[in-house]
């Protein structure tokens, strides 16, 4: 499953440079859209065919009182509970310095796998001054220039190569997994134990490793399928605003996990900045969305006016992806329970539709001569032919023509949102990519 890479030091050593340098493959994929506060800490990255995702700790842990070291336990604190493997930078310019000599002794103390980074070896007579590094007692530094990029490569190499084989601990059957996310109290775990109902002795519990996600295979009422639970928040933050951003750093496993998540969301407190960032993360992973207000039941107006309100004003918080299915639900009442179920599965299915070549090109030809693509400096972009790509995570369209570059996010939504007027993919996201003929 995917690993995790965080990323620990003291301030100014460069993290979030390095951070930037190593996502930025990605990002032209990802799109950056602005919006949400922590998206920036959070980034996927492919070296040699693998995929890992990584995770700046400094961007994670904010405001807190006693600045650098209450911060920085907290950094490696986040590191040590989430990630395979931990990247600790320090300032090769600086050489030791107390604060890195407080966080080595915390690292050795720990099971997890460290790469020791020196930032800012600009030139190559910095690697004689890396030496003295091997004092942490945390083995070779490796030399980086996060700047201008040196030393990069070697490096992922050398994080992959700490990666430990995981036993797979995905279910062997190929069922759908569905992922319940959303801050916390919102009733996750209520919603679970709705589904679930007393009768525990039908769950089985896949061990996977502990802190990971645990599969719960839900099989009765016709449905079969593994719920994957994030492993509840444990540590008890002195502020509440902690345990928002432990919620959504355990999100990421649960939703890379999943195929479709289930993203719950209060009623009484509608849509809020934390609920952006897990909904940014369901989108960066490609992964299928079924949006249910809880705690409907506690809702002030519960008549379909305030129904249709709530869900318009979640449309557009969440825009320009609209086409997602919102259920109201109350855990308490099992009001819609088994709706939210359904709707899962129906949008799992949507992920694997597969549109006939020849009614793709007959619907939309008709659709881009109605409404080409606009013309840039007086050439015309011509599209000729459309297919769907076999054998891809969620519906990825190609659209050959012949000037692709020219094709900007704008007529790319059209196309998606002609795709969707026409055919079912409800919840899921989809791919458009541009291709010269």
Not at 51 to 78: A, H, L, R
Not at 80 to 95: K, P, R
Not at 176 to 193: C, E, L, Q, T, Y
Request: glycine share 6%.
């Amino acid at each position: 499953m995917g690993n995790i890479v965080a990323i620990v030091g003291r301030p100014n050593v460069g993290k979030s440079t390095l951070f930037n340098r190593l996502t930025k493959s990605r990002q032209a994929i990802v799109n950056e859209e602005a919006g949400t506060t922590r998206d920036r800490q959070y980034g996927k990255v492919e070296w040699s065919g693998q995929e890992f995702s990584i995770i700046d700790t400094g961007g994670w842990v904010v405001n807190s009182e006693d600045v650098f070291e209450e911060e920085i336990n907290k950094q490696v604190q986040i590191g040590l509970e989430e990630a395979d493997v931990i990247l600790f930078m320090a300032d090769v310019t600086n050489g030791i310095t107390d604060l890195d000599q407080r966080i080595a002794q915390m690292l050795r103390k720990s099971e997890k796998p460290v790469v020791l980074i020196t930032n800012k070896a600009d030139t190559f007579d910095w690697q004689y001054a890396a030496a003295e590094f091997y004092a942490l007692g945390l083995g070779d530094p490796i030399c980086v220039s996060a700047i201008n990029g040196s030393g990069t490569g070697d490096l992922l190499d050398l994080i992959i190569a700490k990666f430990v084989k995981k036993e797979e601990d995905r279910p062997e059957e190929e069922l759908p997994r569905f992922a319940i996310v959303g801050r916390p109290n919102v009733g996750k775990s209520s919603i679970v134990n709705a589904f679930m109902g007393e009768e525990r002795t039908i769950v089985t519990d896949i061990a996977g490793t502990t802190r990971d996600s645990i599969y719960t295979r839900y099989n009765k009422f016709g449905f079969d399928f593994y719920l994957v639970d994030t492993a509840g928040i444990r540590r008890k933050g002195k502020v509440t605003e902690d345990l928002e951003y432990y919620s959504v750093l355990r999100s990421i496993r649960a939703i890379e996990n999943s195929d479709v998540c289930i993203l719950m969301i209060d009623a009484t407190r509608g849509i809020e900045g934390q609920d952006m960032n897990i909904y940014s993360l369901i989108q960066k992973n490609k992964k299928g969305l079924v949006v249910c207000v809880n705690k409907w039941d506690l809702s002030e107006n519960k008549e379909q006016k305030a129904v249709k309100f709530f869900e318009k004003t979640i449309r557009e918080r969440l825009a320009p992806f609209s086409d997602f299915p919102v259920i109201f639900t109350s855990a308490t009442t099992k009001q819609r329970i088994y709706k939210v179920i359904e709707t899962a599965v129906d949008v799992y299915k949507n992920r694997s539709t597969k549109i006939p070549t020849h009614q793709l090109n007959e619907v939309m030809l008709a659709e881009i001569e109605n409404y080409p693509p606009p013309a840039n400096k007086g050439k015309y972009v011509k599209i000729k032919y459309i297919t769907q790509l076999p054998g891809t995570q969620i519906p990825t369209f190609v659209f050959f023509c012949n000037l692709p570059q020219w094709v900007k996010e704008p007529y790319k939504r059209f196309l998606e949102n002609k795709i969707r007027d026409h055919w079912n993919l409800t919840g899921t996201p989809v791919n458009i990519f541009m291709r010269q003929k």
